[in-house]
Nanobody
Framework: QVQLVESGGGLVQAGGSLRLSCAAS????????MGWFRQAPGKEREFVAA????????DYADSVKGRFTISTDNAKNTVYLQMNSLKPEDTAVYYC??????????????????WGQGTQVTVSS
């Protein structure tokens, strides 16, 4: 049974940092692209970042570039999202997701096969 389990969300003041984790289990994910998406109330789910397990490919939404960093720990089958300089507009439920190769169309959430349950991130002003 495939599972993606997020953790690390919470409440933080603007300018603060959080690190989200996504533990993957249930199959071999080496041929999968791992992504982070977020969804704020009343808004569509949006792409945040994506990475391959080798780390050779990674991309970010313009809104988080320079502030967020996506990374992997292959030994732990875990994907991380380090979020710095957080802003109130970063407030959302953050989801971890996985899609099969190729590393293309990574920003389209409907192409991802597996999803975690989400973790709430709230940034106060």
């Amino acid at each position: 049974q495939v599972q993606l389990v997020e953790s690390g969300g919470g409440l933080v003041q603007a300018g603060g940092s959080l690190r989200l984790s996504c533990a993957a289990s249930g199959r071999t994910f080496s041929s999968y692209v791992m992504g982070w998406f977020r969804q704020a109330p009343g808004k569509e789910r949006e792409f945040v970042a994506a990475i391959t397990w080798s780390g050779g490919n990674r991309d970010y939404a313009d809104s988080v570039k320079g502030r967020f960093t996506i990374s992997t720990d292959n030994a732990k089958n875990t994907v991380y999202l380090q979020m710095n300089s957080l802003k109130p507009e970063d407030t959302a439920v953050y989801y971890c997701a996985a899609k099969q190769y190729p590393y293309s169309s990574i920003r389209y959430y409907n192409l991802y096969h597996y999803w975690g349950q989400g973790t709430q991130v709230t940034v106060s002003s």
